[in-house]
């Protein structure tokens, strides 16, 4: 089992950016797959990115493409969600997610086996 805490939001205005982070308990942390999912007020869970164990692949929900970058670092046992020229419509709760194995299925969050809390991230128009 893997704990994961995530941190690092906060308001910004529009345009700006934000490093989320992801850190998760444990020494398996390079056994999992991890994706990062938001929910905004109203709305549905929606994928956001996801990495693979190795890093060398990643996912990325069309409207983030560009702007956002996620990564990780095993000796650390974290994963990063750059965000850059954020909108309002970024605005929502990112949660970080971990998966023994997402295989094609890296959007879906029956996928995903841990959960963190979520972290609040408002971007100001």
């Known amino acids: 089992q893997v704990q994961l805490v995530e941190s690092g939001g906060g308001l910004v205005q529009a345009g700006g950016s934000l490093r989320l982070s992801c850190k998760a308990s444990?020494?398996?942390?390079?056994?999992?797959?991890m994706g990062w999912f938001r929910q905004a007020p109203g709305k549905e869970q929606e994928f956001v990115a996801a990495?693979?164990?190795?890093?060398?692949?990643?996912y990325y929900t069309d409207s983030v493409k560009g702007r956002f970058t996620i990564s990780r670092d095993g000796a650390k046992s974290t994963v990063y969600l750059q965000m850059n020229s954020l909108t309002p419509e970024d605005t929502a709760v990112y949660y970080c997610?971990?998966?023994?194995?997402?295989?094609?299925?890296?959007?879906?969050?029956?996928?995903?086996?841990?959960w963190g809390q979520g972290t609040q991230v408002t971007v100001s128009s």
């Open positions: 444990g020494r398996t942390f390079n056994s999992y797959e």
């Open positions: 997610a971990a998966s023994h194995e997402f295989t094609y299925y890296y959007n879906d969050v029956r996928h995903y086996n841990y």
């Open positions: 990495i693979s164990r190795s890093g060398g692949t990643t």
